[in-house]
T-cell receptor
Framework: DGGITQSPKYLFRKEGQNVTLSCEQN?????MYWYRQDPGQGLRLIYY???????QKGDIAEGYSVSREKKESFPLTVTSAQKNPTAFYLC??????????FGAGTRLSVL | DAKTTQPTSMDCAEGRAANLPCNHS???????VYWYRQIHSQGPQYIIH???NNETNEMASLIITEDRKSSTLILPHATLRDTAVYYC???????????????FGKGTKLSVKP
């Protein structure tokens, strides 16, 4: 099956802990995105990558970090500097026609 | 990207057509109309997009008025699984240099009822 795979589906973070959310795609897309969604709200851009080995900060990058060492993978680390990490995190890739394909999301909560 | 206006919520009977309107009166000539939906607790899903001609795929039809100031997404035979928030987005197709991220408004909450 082609698509975006996010894991885990649910994640719990302890105080002072860094956690990493996985995002893998087998669509051969160059561009990938990380969004954050809070209850009843729209999507806010955290980081994006237009190509391997390159990534840029989005609108709310503070407290987050990413890497793009492989075309297929774009992991997001939520660091201890992110004081309000509880949210629904969505990864997407951009394909032909400027269509974005989303994963099923990771729901992060703080213990 | 041009601003869009959608009703907050709509109901539809199962098996009937769901017609979701979107106003985009400030759309410019090179902006496309995209529709996505988000079922509760899932990632958004692309449905359809178009520039000026009507479009149809296996999921839906998109009707764009001749002046392109509004459009309608049609789900021909709505099922309970079509209950979701539907987003109309107007944007220039990405050509490089910009972030390319999607900006979702409030959307229309469609409830399909038995």
């Amino acid at each position: 099956d082609g698509g975006i795979t996010q894991s885990p589906k649910y994640l719990f973070r302890k105080e002072g802990q860094n956690v990493t959310l996985s995002c893998e795609q087998n669509l051969n897309h160059d561009a990938m995105y990380w969004y954050r969604q809070d209850p009843g709200q729209g999507l806010r851009l955290i980081y994006y990558s237009q190509i391997v080995n390159d990534f840029q900060k989005g609108d709310i990058a503070e407290g987050y970090s990413v890497s793009r060492e492989k075309k297929e993978s774009f992991p997001l680390t939520v660091t201890s500097a992110q004081k309000n990490p509880t949210a629904f995190y969505l990864c997407a890739s951009r394909g032909p026609g400027d269509i974005q394909y989303f994963g099923a999301g990771t729901r992060l909560s703080v213990l | 990207d041009a601003k869009t206006t959608q009703p907050t919520s709509m109901d539809c009977a199962e098996g009937r057509a769901a017609n979701l309107p979107c106003n985009h009166s400030t759309i410019s000539g090179n902006e496309y109309v995209y529709w996505y939906r988000q079922i509760h607790s899932q990632g958004p899903q692309y449905i359809i997009h178009g520039l000026k001609n009507n479009e149809t795929n296996e999921m839906a039809s998109l009707i764009i008025t001749e002046d392109r100031k509004s459009s309608t997404l049609i789900l021909p035979h709505a099922t309970l699984r079509d209950t979701a928030v539907y987003y109309c987005i107007v944007r220039v197709a990405w050509e490089g240099g910009s972030q390319g991220n999607l900006i979702f408004g409030k959307g229309t909450k469609l409830s399909v009822k038995p």
